[in-house]
């Protein structure tokens, strides 16, 4: 009964939404969880779910059109690959213009039915391994997109050289000039894109939408914040 009531807690869409807190935070609180055994266990994995499908209306739809990019390559095994595969599931499920693409030695989109709950898509995202390619995303790109999201741990040396000639082809190409958000997850350092109106992050937390959301108003905006710190 007090498993039964706690999940009727956990679920109520009310307080998730009044509450504000993001899917990241349920899928913790998965992890934990899959490690037990039993009807309860199972039934809080339901909850869970749930909870973390309704909290996804927390974060804020991207205007536009919207292109997710995982780096799907050999060296994103572990950590890096639970991060991207979650973060670009949310991406995906909360904007319906988004597309999602695959990359290591070439890229590729991938099809997802949004219908599907966030920690579904999220597994169903394949890591086959292979090198890390950033030429590919902007020769297999094929739509004028706003903003172009990229999950990677930024260890690219095929072509041995930045991807700018690539992605300014495309840009000419489709008559576009998205925004590029570029996650390096392990934050390694390692800068791909030294273009204008790429934004280069490092590390990842569940702030990402809201640093994402003030770059996109003004690229300076979190140099403007720093700068209002009195010391």
């Not at 991207?62 to 997710?68: A, I, P």
């Not at 930024?154 to 958000?181: C, I, L, R």
């Amino acid at each position: 009964k007090v498993i039964n009531e706690a999940i009727d807690l956990l679920v109520d869409e009310k307080s998730i939404k009044k509450s504000l807190i993001l899917p990241f935070r349920y899928s913790t609180a998965v992890k934990q969880i899959e490690q037990l055994n039993g009807l309860e266990a199972r039934k809080v994995l339901m909850g869970l779910n749930k909870a973390l499908d309704i909290s996804v209306a927390n974060v804020s739809e991207l205007s536009g059109r919207t292109l997710v990019v995982i780096d799907e390559s050999g060296s994103m095994e572990g950590q890096s690959s639970e991060i991207a595969s979650l973060f670009g599931a949310v991406l995906v499920k909360s904007n319906p213009n988004a597309d999602l693409m695959l990359f290591a030695n070439d890229a590729r989109y991938v099809t997802v039915n949004p219908m599907d709950s966030t920690l579904s898509i999220a597994k169903s995202i394949p890591f086959q391994g292979g090198g890390t390619n950033f030429h590919s995303i902007f020769e297999t790109a094929n739509a004028a997109y706003d903003r172009i999201v990229i999950l990677s741990d930024m260890q690219g040396w095929v072509g041995y050289h930045s991807p700018s000639q690539a992605f300014a082809k495309y840009k000419k190409e489709y008559n576009t000039d998205p925004k590029v958000f570029s996650f390096d997850l392990q934050g390694y350092g390692t800068l791909q894109f030294p273009e204008r109106n790429v934004y280069c992050l490092a590390g990842f937390s569940e702030k990402v939408f809201d640093v994402m959301k003030l770059l996109e108003k003004d690229r300076n905006a979190l140099v403007n914040l720093i700068d209002k710190i009195e010391l």
